[in-house]
């Protein structure tokens, strides 16, 4: 029985033939590093763009500059962007994507520290999820990789069903 979600995430993919692409940025590549530590990862896990500047955004995901500048990276608008960004760009079936303030400066009252988005793409459209982790900057991390982990664990064992 697998007892991770990195391996029911898998489990799940692989029973729809699906794969899955990840942008990230406050997490720094910890989703696919999680991802991959789970053997046979190759036939479901297409890859990731760490993409933590607003440039790597705009060239590697197709993020707008104009969705930048008017709401910040840190923003619905911005993961929505991203998720539909890096689906596209690994021409996957399933798109998740991070972006948050992992800390421990950076925050404001409106965006304080451990505030993310979580986008995931998929053909039938894109979902959001805002959460604030409550931590340090490892701590924040890898709270913040592990909630969007169980969103699109969520999502497959719920919702991804053709």
């Known amino acids: 029985m697998i007892k991770n979600i990195e391996g029911k995430i898998g489990q799940e993919l692989r029973k729809r033939g699906w794969r899955l692409a990840v942008a990230e940025s ?3 590549g910890l989703i696919g590093h999680r991802i991959t530590n789970i053997p046979g990862s190759s036939t479901y896990y297409l890859g990731s763009i760490t993409a933590y500047a607003y440039r790597a955004k705009v060239r590697l995901l197709g993020v707008s500059w104009d969705t930048l500048e008017t709401y910040g990276a840190v923003s619905e608008e911005a993961i929505r962007e991203m998720a539909l960004g890096v689906r596209r760009a690994l021409t ?3 798109g998740i994507a991070v972006s948050g303030i992992a800390g421990p400066s950076g925050g404001t009252s409106e965006k304080p520290v451990g505030y993310t988005w979580i986008g995931l793409s998929t053909v ?3 979902l959001t999820l805002q ?5 340090n900057r490892i ?5 913040i990789a592990q909630v969007a982990l169980e969103f699109l664990y969520e999502y497959l064992r719920k919702d991804g069903k053709d």
Do not use: P, R, S
Not at 131 to 135: F, S, V
Not at 139 to 143: F, I, L, M, S
């Open 26 to 28: 406050c997490t720094g």
């Open 92 to 94: 996957a079936d399933v």
């Open 124 to 126: 039938k459209g894109i």
């Open 131 to 135: 959460h604030t982790a409550g931590g």
């Open 139 to 143: 701590e924040n991390k890898q709270e």
